[in-house]
């Protein structure tokens, strides 16, 4: 079974933490459990224990990987659970010249943000390849402080990481790099018979793989509804028309379709870190067992 998350708003939906209490509910019933973050970002400013954390392991490592990771308690490369993953870190405000419009132009652009990037893809046997890129241009914008550590990190990655334009690492992060995200995700889901995927931010399917899911969970804050996976996938396929299937958000998908199932979710003082969704694997499992939605 593959079980996907996503997120209805653009940040803070919650998935990570309902993606969290699902790992460890199935852990605690004896399921072989594993977990998935296909695509990530994180920001090297407010989530910079993991820019140390990258830097200590010589490999990027983002928040949400690691705590996934962490919560099945598998013993997969932190590669593999997230094999496209980048590094954004907020340009210098005083390259704007105090202009805080021009500066929230830039912060909001992950083409100016964008400074390191991890893309690794996976074989029968495992991770097969990892590659790093970074951008000089990007780098060299950052206040003095966050520039240091950019090149620290930089300077400890290995493999040895390539320096692109933000042009081409864009492109490269791109349908490239979902595809290389896919082949971990097939090597996970051969490997676990429970597997939990997480999608970024309010993408309605980080990878074309996904499309696989037996059943979806979408998280706004106190609520997650609950789609079978037959019907969801039929909803992405008539959605698709707009763009690509992996380029859509859950506002496109969820407008088309109705839930199966929600369930309440309850305030936790550490939601990235504990299982709080009470009755979510239940109600998961029973939608999964539904008959396919006839349309």
Not at 7 to 13: A, F, K, Q, R, T
Not at 95 to 103: D, E, M, P, T, V
Not at 186 to 213: I, M, Q, R, W
Not at 252 to 265: E, G, Q, Y
Request: aromatic share 6%.
């Amino acid at each position: 079974m593959i079980i996907l998350v996503v997120g209805m708003l653009s940040h803070d939906s919650g998935k990570t933490g309902v993606a969290v209490s699902l790992i460890a509910e199935a852990r605690s019933r004896g399921m072989n459990v594993g977990a998935s973050k296909p695509v990530s970002g994180f920001n090297g400013w407010t989530q910079y224990e993991y820019v140390a954390l990258s830097t200590e392991r010589g490999i990027l490592v983002g928040e949400d990987m690691y705590l996934l990771l962490k919560a099945s308690g598998t013993q997969e490369p932190l590669e593999a659970v997230g094999p496209l993953v980048s590094l954004l870190m907020p340009p210098d405000p005083e390259r704007s010249g105090w202009r805080l419009s021009a500066y929230r132009s830039m912060v909001t652009n992950p083409r100016e943000q964008v400074v390191v990037a991890r893309i690794t893809s996976c074989g029968k046997e495992g991770v097969k390849s990892t590659h790093h890129i970074y951008v000089p241009e990007n780098i060299e914008k950052l206040p003095q402080r966050l520039e240091e550590a950019a090149w620290k990190l930089v300077g400890s990655l290995k493999p040895e990481p390539k320096p692109l334009s933000p042009v081409v690492m864009e492109e490269l992060l791109g349908m490239d790099g979902v595809i290389h995200a896919d082949t971990c995700l097939d090597h996970l889901a051969s490997k676990h018979d429970f597997l939990v995927v997480e999608s970024y931010n309010d993408a309605a399917l980080p990878t074309p793989g996904c499309l696989k899911a037996s059943a979806v969970v979408a998280v706004a804050p106190g609520k997650a509804a609950i789609y079978s996976g037959d019907k969801y996938r039929k909803a992405v396929q008539a959605a698709a028309g707009i763009r690509k299937p992996w380029q859509l958000t859950t506002e496109d998908v969820l407008t088309l379709i109705k839930p199966s199932r929600v369930v309440p979710l309850k305030p936790e003082k550490r939601p990235k870190e504990t299982a709080w969704a009470e009755g979510l694997l239940d109600a998961v499992l029973s939608v999964i067992m539904e008959k396919p939605a006839v349309f």
